[in-house]
């Protein structure tokens, strides 16, 4: 058997398993309440944090690019904030709030007590760091561009 029928039936068997693994993992009735009360932005994209979720975008974002398709079209290149500037928020704090479709100071500088309190249920380890590291305050200077205001307020920003 040639070499390249091999690759292409083992890829579209890894496909076919990343949509078995997500079609199985559809949230229940009160996971889907319970993400309702922090909607993401309709243009980012967001993935739930179980085991087969994961699976799945790690076999979408491995597959995609080899089969030349763009897994997540609906972040454009270079808008995406560095969350990792504001004080206190690391790349694994990033990556989860990545993971709940936000990715720019705007969207954390605009939250409520009530959207703090949500997105806060869904920081697994990182629960309590928005307010207690001040991330919307921080956010709210990033936003608008006011680095002199923001290291008056929070210290000098890294590079």
Do not use: C
Not at 69 to 76: A, F, S, V, Y
Not at 130 to 153: H, N, P, S
């Amino acid at each position: 058997m040639d070499i390249s029928i091999i690759i292409v039936i083992a890829l579209i068997a890894v496909i076919a398993i990343a949509f078995i693994i997500k079609a199985a993992s559809k949230p229940k009735p009160v996971e889907q309440e319970r993400r309702a009360a922090v909607q993401p932005p309709a243009n980012a994209h967001s993935h739930s944090h179980g085991v087969a979720d994961g699976a799945a975008t790690a076999v979408q974002d491995v597959v995609g690019p080899l089969v030349g398709i763009d897994i997540h079209p609906d972040i454009p290149a270079g808008l995406a904030d560095d969350l990792t500037a504001l004080k206190g928020l690391g790349p694994k704090a990033a990556a989860q709030l990545h993971a709940l479709g936000i990715t720019r100071y705007a969207q954390i500088a605009d939250w409520t007590e009530a959207d703090i309190a949500a997105v806060d249920t869904r920081m697994g380890a990182f629960k309590g760091r928005i307010t207690r590291d001040k991330w919307v305050e921080q956010a709210r200077y990033l936003a608008v561009g006011d680095r002199a205001g923001f290291e008056a307020q929070f210290g000098k920003l890294g590079g």
